[in-house]
Structures are given as structure tokens and as C-alpha cells.
């Protein structure tokens, strides 16, 4: 339907799907300004899943939705870019939104009980994707949803789908929203957390599934989530957030064989099957701060086992670990790696001094 | 069987596969509803159909406007031939006009029945009838639900069982199902036609048996009416009694002579419209805005909570008095007498108390994670609060509107009581109670007290109706629950 205004010219598959720069979004409240998503740059390409990992509160979702224009009020988003194959979506009216939701990407929420309406059958709401973006309608829409179905391993469609999201377990329910989201032909999904709600093996069933998807169709996947098992199996880039900001970006193998910045250390140190048994389990102590002013200084520094002085006077730009990594980047004063700590510093001084911005109120 | 074959099957094949149940029902109501065919037409075309079609034809050229009306004759004649298809339930069947000769009985009269005994049987078959068709209709729900749905159980089941072991709203039930057969039989039930009673009295003629004479002699409705009038002490055509050239009354006689009986028959069903029509109306725009300001929230909402204070701010019956006076030459006010451009009215000003009540649960609803995620799938505002929101609002609203029904009907008596809305020749209730109004401690009391009595049954029959309701829809409310009661509360003028 939609497919025609961004037809896949070769452009595409060299260029990024989706290419978010300096993302701003805020949430403006009577009292403050709480600067959810402050700063943040990533890029997806076809067939690629980058997830994104981070604590609760970390800014992810609000990501997510800025993404697909879907900040509710008072949140908006106040900076930066976010270009949909070469176009600009921050400015888009809600027609836009429109044109861009479902048909180009389309999002897979966290919580499969309650994203079906329960008195609609799972059918029913799979074809009404299928009629608003592939305009199929009767028999060919039903054959259609049937097929959607088995696609994300359902088995028995043809009966399952005049069920009720009632009559579906957990894990059938999120295939089946992955299924509505399939039914859009998105080039681009957003998974919000979808296997969280989930226990052990479906989640790996769902994350196998979301794997063949994406070699399958050739598509983009962001993936949410916070537990970095999860991210392990699925993503082939990572980007770790804190508190509104990516503090580090890798390939998924370089980030768990080499972490760099110290939070992404503290989290993997904090899964259990990690530790030696018998030893205590690391965390890292305290929780994420609610950014609410322009950031001066690491908002990690607090919790960070290597702060230093520096850490409170100077805000860290993401930086690539060293010369010779140049998928790898980290936003903190410790590196690069490769020359000493007051070169770093500097480094990161005087970049953060040509990129300062100001959220406008 | 296996669950597989049952749950594939659309309604269609499972009643294919059963088809005795479903054909011996059909069957039966096939033939109730082939009884009374010519009157469903009749109830069509005695719409106002010729307003606007003729409002259309005006404001076109004459050529098209030609046209148009010259296609609306065909569908008239065509609508009036079904409509003269004979059906059951005609008063020619059982005749209750007849004229009592000394000696010889009663002339022209069923079976030469007293012209009462012909009414009371009549009624009593318009009655019967109805009372059939609607078990044989709920019969129709037990058939599907015992041998055709999929489901053993749903929830409204026990909704029903509710509603079935509520006597408050039983009665109500039976009130409003009595009140509906009288306005739908209305040409049926009445002693004598309208169009004798009330629009052309003059232009009929009835035979009467002359005493004095000593022969049979006829007379113009019109004049016969002269000397049925009920006026107090002096004269008066009570409850019960025949005039003088023969006719039955049993509610008695207006002031005019008139058969009080089918003046309340034709009456109940301009309160029927005015009531439903102002109800759709008012309930349309309660849900429209309640859907709209749950999904946009913020400004929209704001806006609306002003203009509905704004509505409820300016007087009711004082604005809706001085609109009806303002458009009284405007051809609105001539649709049905008046009775549209009232119901009109009382819609516009009757959906703010319905929107606050139904605003809260829109926005409760609007919350749930499946309408964010129709928006991120990209489905149209319109379509996800229409599929997403609506169905589970629509059953409150439906609860309020019973309740406010009764207060539309009020507030077009009332009215009419004042000498406003529904003008002659159309029947309101309201007119009736103003024209009886100085004779209620004469003997011609029944003037006033009928109407009266009818109207406050009406309005109780639906208010306990829509109580049944939604103690039915909503385990959890009792009774007591005046929260429903504050909304529908609007209605009195």
C-alpha cells in the first residue's frame, strides 16, 4: 500500500533502515523536565537486530515509541533525527504517523495479555491489519491470517484463529501479536520487552522465531529489553542505556567477551549463571537517576566503582575503546583506551563542548 | 465430535447439519410475521416521507426536483399496495362501529356483539398476538442458544438469568412491551380510526339508529362529536359508555367529543418517537464525544467539558420553549406537528449527562495496551476507538438512555401540557391532561387522569427497565446505586 512512497531503491540496502541521531525526547511536568531519551544515536539495517539494553527507567521504551510517534502528552520529542529510509520522521504530522505505523514499522508491545482485545477473535484482529495495510479482504484475508499464524509456529491454525486471545496461552498470545504485526508487512518491528511476561522456554521459542523472521523477510529488528540473556540470543548489535543516554555500542560477541564501560561490566556481572556458584552475586548498587537537567557530568559516576574527579565535571560522549574497534564505542572518560586519562579527558571535553544542545521549553 | 468440526463451522452449516430445530421455529414465526406483513408496510408509509423528499424537491430545480418526486410517487404506490395487503389483526375483521336497533340487536358489529365486547376481543387479539410473537422470539434465542450456538455458556447467559429473576425489571418489561404494542397497534387497538377521530372528522359518516325517527339515519363524525363531548356535571361521556348515536368509548370523550382512547393509542406513538428519536440522537452524541475526548484527551477534552457545561448552563425548558415559538413558521415545525423538531431538540439538549457518565469509562477503556498497540499497528483514530473502545462503553450508555427516555416523554408532555410542541390534529398526551385539566373534580375526571396515569407508567415501566438492566449487565450494582440515576435524571421539564 505504502510501499510504493518508499520503494526499495538500491540505496536502501547500503544505507541504514533506520538511523536515529542525537534523540531527544522530554516529558515537560509542572515541576520538571524529565529528559527521558537525552541524546541518542543508533542504526539499524535491513535484516539486523540491534537490541537495546538498559535498567528500568533507563529511557528505552520512550525510544521505542519516539520511533513510532507514539509519546503520549506531556512527552514529546524536543531534538535530533530520526530518519526512516532517508526520511525525516520528527516532524511528521499524525497523517504521517500513520502512513509510517504498521505498514513500515509496526511494534510488538511487552505485554501479550492485554495488547489483543479479548472480545475480538485473534483472526479478526490479525485480518484487520491485513485489510488496512495489504487490503485483503473475505477468503484471501482469512487464508491469509491462516498462514500468518503457522508462520510464528502456531500450531493448528485454521482452527486457532476464530479463538478468543482467552483461549490462547502466554506464548500463543505473543506469537499471535507478532503475527498482527507481521500481518502490517513491516520492513522495520520494534519488540518493547515481548518476551518479559514469558517464561524460559517459550521466550527462547520466541526469540528462535523472531530470528527466522528476520532471515526470512529481510527485516529490521529493535529489540528492548533488559536482561542481557535475552539480548545475547537475539541482537547482533548492542547498545546499553543508561538513564536517557547509550553509554556503550558493540557487536553482541565484543560486548560480552569485552565490556568497556563500566555499567555494561556491572550488569553482566550481575546475571547469575555468570558467577561461580558458591560466590556472592555483584549488583550494582543504587538505581537509575531520573535525568531531569542537561547532563555536565557521567550520571553513572554515582554508582560507578572507577569514578574519579573528573567523572563529576565532564559529560562523556560515546567514543570509540580504541583505535583499532571501530564498532565499538563507549561514553566514558576512561577511554579511549589508547592514550592517557587527561588526553581522554580532554577529548571528551571538547567534544561534548561542540555538541552541547538545549532542551527548549 | 470433535472439536474440530464444531468450531470451524459458521452458523450457517451448524444449522445445516441440524436443521429441525431451526426450520420448525422459523416456520412458525415465518407464518406469525406473513399475519401481520400489510402492517409493517402500513407503519413504513405512514412515515413523513413526503417532507423530505418534497424539502429536496424544492431546493433542486424543477426539472430534477420533478424527478425526484416522480421516483418517491413510485415508491409510495408501491409501499401502499404492500401496505393494503390484508393482514390478521384489521379492525374489519372485528368491527366494533355498529349502531344498536330496539328489537333487532346490534347492527354491524362483530358476530352482533355489544360494539364493547367486539373492542375488548379485538384487544385482546392484538395482545395475544404480540404476547406470541415475543415468546416465540425468545424461543428463537433458547432454540440457537441450545442447539446451534458453539458456546455451553457465555456471560450473557447469566446476564439473562439476572434480568429473568429481577421483578422490578420484569415489570418494567411488561410496561414498556404493553406501552410499544399499543403505539405499534395503535390504528388496531383504537375503538375508532384516526382519521375519523381526529383528522377529518367531517368527511366521514356514521349510521346511527334515530329513536325518534324510529329510523336508521346518518350523520357526519363531526357533528356527531357536538354531542359526545365531555364537559363536567352538565354532559359527560365517561369511562365505559356509549354516546348517543352508538359509539363506544372506554376511556370516555375529550372535550371535542373525541374517543379519548385513540386519541392515547396515536398519542403513545408520537411519545414513542419523540422519546427514541431524542434517545439516538442525545446517546449519538454522547458517545461520539465521549469516544473523541478519550482519545484525544488534553485540549478536545477541556473543550467539550465547556460546551457541556455551556448546554447545561442555559435553562432547558426555557430555551426549548423559546425555539419552538422562534421556528414555529419553519417548515421543521411541521414534520409529525412538531413532534420531530421537539425530539430534535430534546436530542441536542439532552447528551451532556449521558457524556459524563459514559466519559470516565471511555477513558479507563482508552488506556488499555491493545488500543496503543491498534495505533502502532496504524489503525485510523476513528476505526480503533470504534472497534477498541466502543463495544465496551455502548452497554452503559444503552442503561442511561432507558432512564432518560421516560424524561423526553415527560418533557414533551409537559409541553404540550403548556400548549407548546406537538400542535392539532397529531395527539400528545400532554394536550389531553391541559384540556381536562378544569374538569378534573367534575364527572368528566378520566380526561386528565387517563393521560396522566399513562404517561407516569411509561416513565416508570422504563426507568425500571433500564434498572433490570443493569443489575443484569453489572453483577456488582445494587439496587441502590444512585449514580444512574443522577445521570438520567435530566429529563423533566
Redesign the interface.
Known amino acids: 500500500m505504502s510501499d510504493s512512497q518508499y520503494a526499495p531503491d538500491s540505496r536502501v540496502d547500503e544505507e541504514a533502515l533506520l538511523s536515529v541521531d542525537n534523540l531527544q525526547t522530554a516529558f515537560f511536568t509542572d515541576k520538571e523536565t524529565i529528559r527521558a531519551v537525552d541524546g541518542v544515536s543508533f542504526e539499524i539495517s535491513r535484516g539486523e537486530s540491534v537490541g537495546i539494553v538498559g535498567e528500568s527507567g533507563s529511557g528505552k521504551s520512550v525510544t521505542a515509541r519516539s520511533i513510532m510517534g507514539l509519546v503520549d502528552s506531556p512527552g514529546r520529542i524536543v531534538g535530533g533525527s530520526i530518519q526512516y529510509k532517508g526520511r525525516e520522521l520528527v516532524d511528521n504530522t499524525e497523517k504521517d504517523w500513520q502512513q509510517i505505523r504498521g505498514g513500515e514499522i509496526a511494534m510488538v508491545f511487552q505485554d501479550p495479555l492485554s495488547s489483543l482485545n479479548p472480545v475480538y477473535t485473534v483472526g479478526n484482529q490479525i485480518k484487520e491489519s491485513l485489510r488496512l495495510h495489504q487490503g485483503m479482504r473475505g477468503r484471501e484475508a482469512t487464508q491469509k491470517a491462516i498462514e500468518l499464524l503457522e508462520d510464528v509456529g502456531i500450531p493448528d491454525a485454521p482452527r486457532r484463529i476464530d479463538e478468543y486471545p482467552h483461549q490462547f496461552s502466554g506464548g500463543m498470545r505473543q506469537r499471535a501479536v507478532i503475527a498482527v504485526a507481521l500481518a502490517c508487512d513491516p520492513d522495520l518491528l520494534i519488540c518493547d520487552e515481548p518476551t518479559t511476561a514469558l517464561d524460559v522456554t517459550i521466550q527462547a521459542q520466541i526469540l528462535d522465531l523472531l530470528h527466522e523472521l528476520k532471515e526470512e523477510k529481510n527485516i529490521g529488528i529493535m529489540f528492548i529489553t533488559h536482561d542481557m540473556g535475552v539480548i545475547a540470543e537475539v541482537a547482533d548489535r548492542v547498545n546499553v542505556m543508561y538513564a536517557g543516554e547509550l553509554v556503550e555500542k558493540a557487536p553482541v560477541d565484543e560486548l560480552f567477551s569485552n565490556p568497556k564501560h563500566p555499567y555494561t561490566q556491572g550488569l553482566l556481572e550481575s546475571i547469575p549463571s555468570r558467577n561461580e556458584r558458591g560466590s556472592e552475586l555483584t549488583t550494582i548498587e543504587g538505581e537509575v537517576p531520573t535525568p531531569k537537567e542537561p547532563a555536565t557530568y557521567c550520571r553513572f559516576a554515582p554508582r560507578c566503582p572507577k569514578a574519579f574527579d573528573d567523572c563529576e565535571q565532564v559529560h562523556p560522549v560515546p567514543v570509540a575503546v580504541d583505535e583499532s574497534a571501530d564498532e565499538h564505542e563507549a561514553a566514558c572518560l576512561l577511554y579511549p583506551e589508547d592514550v592517557n586519562q587527561s588526553e581522554a579527558v580532554e577529548l571528551h571535553r571538547s567534544r561534548e563542548d561542540a555538541t552541547e544542545q538545549e532542551v527548549p521549553e | 465430535m470433535s ?2 468440526e464444531t ?2 463451522d459458521s452458523i450457517v452449516t451448524r444449522v445445516k447439519e441440524n436443521p429441525g430445530p431451526a426450520a420448525r421455529w422459523g416456520a412458525v414465526m415465518a407464518f406469525l410475521l406473513l399475519l401481520e406483513f400489510g402492517a409493517v408496510w402500513s407503519a413504513i408509509m405512514s412515515l413523513p416521507w413526503g417532507v423530505p423528499v418534497n424539502g429536496i424537491a424544492d431546493v433542486l430545480p424543477a426539472a430534477i426536483g420533478g424527478v425526484i418526486t416522480g421516483i418517491a410517487g413510485v415508491f409510495a404506490d408501491v409501499g401502499n399496495a404492500l401496505a393494503s395487503v390484508p393482514t390478521l389483526l384489521e379492525r374489519e375483521w372485528i368491527p366494533n362501529q355498529g349502531y344498536h336497533v330496539p328489537g333487532e340487536g346490534w347492527q354491524g358489529t362483530f358476530l352482533g356483539l355489544e360494539p364493547a365486547y367486539a373492542w375488548l376481543i379485538r384487544l385482546t387479539v392484538v395482545y395475544v398476538y404480540a404476547a406470541v410473537t415475543l415468546y416465540w422470539a425468545w424461543r428463537g434465542y433458547m432454540t440457537f442458544r441450545r442447539h446451534y450456538r458453539y458456546a455451553d455458556w457465555t456471560p450473557g447467559d447469566d446476564m439473562v438469568d439476572r434480568f429473568r429473576g429481577h421483578n422490578w425489571g420484569r415489570f418494567g418489561l411488561v410496561i414498556v412491551a404493553a406501552f410499544l404494542v399499543m403505539a405499534l397497534f395503535a390504528p388496531v387497538v383504537s375503538p375508532t380510526t384516526q382519521s375519523q377521530n381526529m383528522t377529518s372528522p367531517y368527511a366521514h359518516q356514521i349510521e346511527y339508529f334515530n329513536d325518534d325517527a324510529g329510523e336508521v339515519q346518518t350523520i357526519t363524525v363531526g357533528t356527531a362529536n357536538v354531542g359526545s363531548a365531555s364537559k363536567g356535571d352538565r354532559q359527560n361521556f365517561g369511562v365505559w359508555s356509549y354516546d348517543e348515536v352508538d359509539r363506544f368509548h372506554p376511556f370516555g370523550t375529550l372535550t371535542t367529543g373525541k374517543d379519548l382512547f385513540t386519541f392515547m393509542a396515536f398519542g403513545s406513538r408520537i411519545s414513542l418517537f419523540i422519546g427514541l428519536f431524542a434517545s439516538a440522537l442525545a446517546g449519538g452524541i454522547a458517545l461520539s464525544l465521549a469516544l473523541l475526548t478519550s482519545y484525544y ?2 485540549l478536545v477534552d477541556l473543550a467539550t467539558v465547556l460546551t457541556s457545561d455551556a448546554f447545561s448552563a442555559m435553562p432547558r425548558l426555557l430555551v426549548l420553549i423559546m425555539l419552538v415559538v422562534v421556528l414555529q413558521d419553519h417548515w421543521i415545525s411541521d414534520i409529525y406537528s412538531g413532534a420531530f423538531l421537539l425530539a430534535f431538540l430534546f436530542g441536542i439538549w439532552g447528551w451532556m449527562g449521558l457524556w459524563r457518565a459514559i466519559r470516565g469509562p471511555s477513558f479507563q477503556i482508552v488506556e ?3 488500543v ?9 483514530p476513528w476505526s480503533i476507538v470504534k ?2 473502545v466502543a ?2 462503553v455502548i452497554g452503559y450508555l444503552l442503561i442511561y438512555l432507558s432512564m432518560s427516555l421516560g424524561g423526553y416523554i415527560i418533557g414533551s408532555a409537559g409541553l404540550a401540557y403548556l400548549g407548546l410542541g406537538v400542535t392539532a390534529p397529531t395527539p400528545e398526551l400532554g394536550r389531553a391532561i391541559a384540556a381536562g385539566q378544569s374538569f378534573i373534580i367534575t364527572d368528566s375526571w378520566h380526561i386528565s387522569v387517563f393521560p396522566g396515569v399513562m404517561i407516569t407508567l411509561i416513565v416508570l415501566g422504563f426507568n425500571a427497565l433500564g434498572d433490570g438492566i443493569r443489575d443484569a449487565i453489572d453483577p456488582q450494582s445494587s439496587s441502590g446505586d444512585s449514580a444512574g440515576e443522577a445521570a438520567a435524571a435530566g429529563g423533566g421539564a
Open positions: 472439536v474440530n468450531k470451524n484527551k488534553g488499555n495496551e491493545w496503543t498497540a491498534a495505533k502502532g499497528f496504524g489503525d485510523r472497534k477498541h463495544p465496551y
